[in-house]
């Protein structure tokens, strides 16, 4: 039988990391094979740890995002947690860092420092604001960058904003940060440059909100909040059936909206209403298109309406909870789940979303804080004695 090799094995990555953004990132390069030792204060380790404790007493957060990885505690303001640390990163490919704001340069961290002696080495800079510029000294969390890109006045209803309900600016930046450091990787092995990667939580959402932006700057005023309709697109949103429970569906062409008319409002005529002829004339007339669907959804109960909207080919769903998604019969069916160890415990887990024909995704435990740290120390050479004396003196 084949052992099985995962595309990043023999990449090394060692990570000062925190929170989500940067954890996201070395997951993903973990999930792939790629060894990450990811480096934490000693004692509590990273903050995410105690975000919540709901995951058979672990953090939600933490349980997501560190699977796959080796722990190791350092105090890098000890020289001699320092010394550790440049021991790991000479025989790294990949150093990823989402330490606060001119940290990484005050540690002599940042990505000049960090390469000068190692050309080969792919840093990867996480931070809120960037490196430069005038908010470069900016500590910058989600919900923060939410409201400074404009995604929060997007979000919510006529009556009020609101937070997206994930963490969208942490894990835009993480997906950056992983490709970005795919990139390096694949530009090294075929030029045999290391090129440094930089990714900013304020720079990564600003590309995902660049629809709104095109929008706002050409057409004069932004898109308005309106909960689960489209700005853009009528009808596209949720409407309550007879049974109370809501369905969303959306209209993506003039096919649909004729065969919508037809064969679900049951009034062809509404086709070529002036009203409603184009795209453009159901959003300007967005109540009273909104209102007709209303009156149909609400004379059948939800399975009706789904089935109905299914046989004339329109896109619709009902409206689930967390709960609900869980049990989705499509991660069922194609074996979405697998199955990771905590601490103390097993969890179920869903396997990342790219598969690689013939390849099995790597999903090792959780660590616990600091549990590799004897093991690392052994192989950068250090005694059983230098490890004690270490502990000892709370350096790792």
């Known amino acids: 039988m084949s052992v099985q090799r995962y595309p990043l094995a023999g990449v090394t990555v060692v990570s000062l990391e925190q929170a989500v953004a940067a954890p996201y990132a070395t997951r993903q390069l973990a999930d792939l094979g790629a060894r990450v030792i990811k480096v934490e204060r000693p004692g509590g380790g990273d903050f995410a740890r105690r975000y919540d404790t709901t995951v058979h007493g672990h953090s939600s957060y933490f349980v997501w995002l560190n699977r796959s990885k080796e722990s190791l505690t350092l105090d ?18 990949v150093f990823v860092q989402n330490l606060a704001p001119g940290a990484a340069a005050r540690l002599g961290l940042d990505a000049a420092a960090v390469t000068a002696r190692r050309p080969n080495l792919i840093p990867c800079t996480i931070s809120g604001y960037g490196t430069t510029g005038p908010w470069s000294d900016r500590k910058a969390y989600d919900l923060l960058v939410q409201c400074q890109t404009g995604l929060v006045s997007l979000t919510g209803t006529p009556e009020g904003t609101a937070r997206t309900g994930i963490s969208v600016a942490d894990i835009a930046a993480g997906m950056y940060a992983y490709s970005g450091v795919l990139t390096a990787l694949y530009t090294r092995a075929t030029t045999g440059e290391a090129h440094p990667v930089e990714v900013s939580l304020f720079e990564a959402l600003a590309e995902w909100m660049g629809q709104p932006a095109y929008y706002t700057r050409y057409g004069g005023t932004q898109p308005p909040r309106l909960g689960t309709q489209h700005a853009t697109i009528a009808p596209y ?29 049951g009034r ?14 159901r959003v300007a007339h967005r109540e009273e298109l909104n209102a007709v669907v209303a009156e149909r959804c609400a004379r059948s109960g939800s399975d009706e309406v789904l089935k109905d909207l299914e046989r004339i080919g329109i896109a619709c769903a009902g ?19 697998s199955e990771v160890e905590v601490p103390g415990a ?9 598969d ?17 740290t004897a093991a690392i120390l052994a192989e950068l050479h250090r005694t059983e004695e230098e490890v004690a004396a270490l502990r000892a003196d709370g350096v790792v």
């Open 268 to 281: 062809a005529e509404l086709a070529d209403d002036p009203r409603f002829a184009t795209g453009s004339d």
């Open 346 to 354: 097993t969890v179920e887990a869903l396997l990342p979303p790219a």
């Open 356 to 372: 690689l024909a013939g390849l099995h995704t790597r999903m090792d435990p959780v660590p616990e804080v600091g549990e590799h």
């Open 237 to 265: 949103g949720t409407y309550t059936a007879a049974d109370g429970k809501d369905v969303l569906f959306s209209i993506q062409n003039e096919r649909e909206w004729v065969a919508l008319c037809a064969e679900f409002l």
């Open 76 to 93: 890098l303001k000890d020289p001699r947690g320092h010394e550790i640390l440049h021991d790991l990163l000479d025989g790294a490919d």
């Open 319 to 337: 409206v689930n909870d967390v709960a609900a998604f869980l049990d989705h019969p499509v991660l069922a069916a194609r074996g979405r789940w």
